[in-house]
């Protein structure tokens, strides 16, 4: 019984496919023209003998500034663009996101898409139509659990093979050129760039120039030419479709030109990036210490739920060594007993360690926040502090995209996803990785480790904002913000108290 509740909570987890772009009722594109004087190899010839021996470092805190600096880099690119994401929403900012991808595809560039198999809501005639473009390749991690697959054929899927089809790759890269690449908490999907109308994230990512970018592409290759990753072809079709049609993106540009899709304002940031791209080579940190660690496809193949990876060890020794103090911003936090034994030495070391989670007011799994609760006072006991993210964090008001305010008379519930760690005020860690056994066992993950006390303070900088009582409560054996929550999300939280924390 409890085998067939698991299963079911995540055959509902993947989506219904979205329903088609809609026609649009004038041409809203005739306006809008590509610099065609721009490139990226010219936007970076200030900065291009540092990219040979350094790896330049630039912190992207909010959602709008991240979403610009992807679009603008896809109208720039000139040879390749390889995406690799655990989400890839066909929301606005999903949408808006193929739009540039093809745009890019017709100057020739070649555009390589990876995208998880459980997480996959698009329809299949969008998703064929984006891969029918001569210079795009789709490929899903995975498959067997979502894409094209009945609800039999998923039960079957998770009975038979349960640990197979809960490793799921939870990899983020944006990389251009091979020169630039964008990689941290964000999917692509309107929460993660403050473009929902009702609920946001908090989150970061980091922007990578140079000597870095090896070892990331190395990655992405890795996953792009595993076993686990298949070309959407070999797994939908559709009957009768036209891919020959030289305007079946027409509804695609129409919808992201459309100034009611995507705000002008935005675009207009896009436009004049150049500009900010000439002053941002002036803030970033050209290091020689910067890491980047991935999991391999399909994580471990140890039997059970259990068996680790390279982005979990590589977690534990940088905490085993911490001195002073641990600053960690976690989404889902779910420690196992060898965790709490971690946290727990550390402390009794003198380290000082901080932990910013959702609360259960604003948190988007419940599932991930009751296995929290249960382990809540144990973790308390380990002697770390915990600050639980309020979901009307006075912070939002200049985190979230300025656009997103002048349009709406209100402001949504902001919720934490930033998986970002601060050793001793001289490490800085940005990541896909979760506090919780499915990043440790399950999920493929990546993490950016960078050794600067410049960065550093920083990324600390906007974490003390967040542990400040406008932000965050402050978690004790006395006291929790449970009773802020909806009575829903209290219902919810202890209705699935079953699951096992090994799979959360």
Same mark, same amino acid.
């Given at each position: 019984?409890?085998?067939?509740?698991?299963?079911?909570?995540?055959?509902?987890?993947?989506?219904?496919?979205?329903?088609?772009?809609?026609?649009?009722?004038?041409?809203?594109?005739?306006?809008?023209?590509?610099?065609?004087?721009?490139?990226?190899?010219?936007?970076?010839?200030? &900065?291009?003998?540092?990219?040979?021996?350094?790896?330049?470092?630039?912190?992207?805190?909010?959602?709008?500034?991240?979403?610009?600096?992807?679009? $603008?880099?896809?109208?720039?690119?000139?040879?390749?663009?390889?995406?690799?994401? =655990?989400?890839?929403?066909?929301? @606005?900012?999903?949408?808006?996101?193929?739009?540039?991808?093809?745009?890019?595809?017709?100057?020739?560039?070649?555009?390589?898409?990876? &995208?998880?198999?459980?997480?996959?809501?698009?329809?299949?005639?969008?998703?064929?139509?984006?891969?029918?473009?001569?210079?795009?390749?789709?490929?899903?991690?995975?498959?067997?659990?979502?894409? *094209?697959?009945?609800?039999?054929?998923?039960? /079957?899927?998770?009975?038979?093979?349960?640990? *197979?089809?809960?490793?799921?790759?939870?990899?983020?890269?944006?990389?251009?050129?091979?020169?630039?690449?964008?990689?941290?908490?964000?999917?692509?999907?309107? %929460?993660?760039?403050?473009?929902?109308?009702?609920?946001?994230?908090?989150?970061?990512?980091?922007?990578?120039?140079?000597?870095?970018?090896?070892?990331?592409?190395?990655?992405? #290759?890795?996953?792009?030419?595993? /076993?686990?990753?298949?070309?959407?072809?070999?797994?939908?079709? %559709? +009957?009768?479709?036209?891919?020959?049609?030289?305007?079946?993106?027409?509804?695609?540009?129409?919808?992201?030109?459309?100034?009611?899709?995507? $705000?002008?304002?935005?675009?207009?940031?896009?436009?004049?990036?150049?500009?900010?791209?000439?002053?941002?080579?002036?803030?970033? &940190? $050209?290091?020689?210490?910067?890491?980047?660690?991935?999991?391999?496809?399909?994580?471990?193949?140890?039997?059970?739920?259990?068996? *680790?990876?390279?982005?979990?060890?590589?977690?534990?020794?940088?905490?085993?060594?911490?001195?002073?103090?641990?600053?960690?911003?976690?989404?889902?936090?779910?420690?196992?007993?060898? *965790? /709490?034994?971690?946290?727990?030495?550390?402390?009794?070391?003198? &380290?000082?360690?901080?932990?910013?989670?959702?609360?259960?007011?604003?948190?988007?799994?419940?599932?991930?926040?009751?296995?929290?609760?249960?382990?809540? #006072? /144990?973790?308390?006991?380990?002697?770390?502090?915990?600050?639980?993210?309020?979901?009307?964090?006075?912070?939002?008001?200049?985190?979230?995209?300025?656009?997103?305010? #002048?349009?709406?008379?209100?402001?949504?519930? =902001?919720?934490?996803?930033?998986?970002?760690?601060?050793?001793?005020? %001289?490490?800085?860690?940005?990541?896909?990785? @979760?506090?919780?056994?499915?990043?440790?066992?399950?999920?493929?993950?990546?993490?950016?480790?960078?050794?600067?006390?410049?960065?550093?303070?920083?990324?600390?900088?906007?974490?003390?904002? +967040?542990?400040?009582?406008?932000?965050?409560?402050?978690?004790?054996?006395?006291? @929790?913000?449970?009773?802020?929550?909806?009575?829903?999300?209290?219902?919810?939280? $202890?209705?699935?108290?079953?699951?096992?924390?090994?799979?959360?």
């Amino acid at each position: 019984m409890r085998l067939l509740l698991i299963t079911l909570v995540f055959i509902l987890a993947c989506s219904s496919p979205k329903n088609e772009i809609p026609v649009a009722e004038k041409d809203f594109c005739s306006s809008i023209h590509r610099n065609d004087s721009l490139s990226l190899t010219g936007a970076l010839t200030p &900065v291009s003998d540092s990219m040979k021996t350094k790896s330049g470092v630039y912190v992207l805190e909010d959602g709008g500034g991240s979403l610009v600096a992807r679009a $603008w880099l896809a109208e720039y690119a000139e040879k390749t663009i390889d995406i690799q994401y =655990f989400i890839f929403s066909p929301d @606005n900012v999903g949408l808006i996101a193929c739009d540039y991808l093809v745009r890019a595809a017709d100057r020739g560039v070649k555009v390589r898409l990876l &995208v998880d198999d459980v997480m996959v809501d698009a329809g299949i005639h969008e998703i064929l139509t984006l891969d029918s473009h001569k210079n795009i390749d789709i490929k899903i991690y995975n498959p067997g659990v979502n894409l *094209g697959k009945n609800i039999l054929s998923k039960v /079957k899927k998770f009975s038979s093979d349960f640990k *197979g089809a809960n490793q799921r790759m939870h990899n983020k890269t944006f990389i251009v050129d091979g020169k630039v690449c964008i990689t941290g908490g964000r999917n692509i999907a309107d %929460e993660y760039f403050d473009y929902d109308h009702a609920y946001n994230f908090r989150d970061r990512d980091v922007m990578l120039l140079g000597n870095v970018n090896a070892d990331i592409a190395k990655s992405f #290759e890795d996953f792009w030419t595993s /076993k686990l990753s298949v070309p959407v072809t070999e797994l939908v079709s %559709e +009957e009768e479709a036209n891919y020959a049609d030289t305007a079946r993106f027409d509804r695609l540009h129409q919808y992201a030109c459309n100034p009611e899709n995507f $705000w002008p304002q935005v675009r207009e940031r896009i436009q004049n990036l150049h500009k900010g791209f000439e002053g941002l080579q002036a803030h970033l &940190v $050209w290091l020689d210490d910067v890491h980047f660690v991935s999991d391999a496809p399909g994580k471990n193949d140890d039997a059970g739920l259990g068996g *680790g990876g390279v982005s979990t060890d590589t977690l534990i020794q940088l905490i085993k060594k911490a001195k002073r103090s641990v600053d960690i911003q976690s989404p889902y936090l779910i420690t196992s007993d060898l *965790g /709490k034994k971690l946290l727990k030495e550390a402390v009794d070391r003198g &380290v000082k360690i901080r932990i910013l989670t959702n609360s259960m007011a604003s948190t988007d799994n419940m599932e991930a926040f009751s296995g929290y609760k249960r382990d809540r #006072e /144990k973790l308390l006991a380990t002697g770390v502090r915990i600050f639980e993210f309020r979901p009307d964090a006075k912070e939002r008001y200049e985190v979230m995209t300025g656009a997103l305010q #002048e349009k709406l008379n209100y402001t949504p519930i =902001f919720g934490l996803h930033a998986k970002s760690m601060v050793i001793d005020g %001289e490490i800085v860690v940005i990541g896909t990785f @979760n506090l919780d056994p499915r990043s440790a066992n399950l999920n493929t993950e990546c993490v950016t480790i960078i050794r600067s006390a410049k960065v550093a303070a920083g990324v600390l900088e906007g974490m003390e904002t +967040e542990f400040t009582p406008d932000n965050s409560w402050e978690t004790t054996t006395t006291f @929790n913000p449970d009773s802020v929550a909806s009575r829903n999300k209290r219902l919810k939280t $202890w209705s699935v108290r079953m699951i096992p924390k090994d799979i959360l």
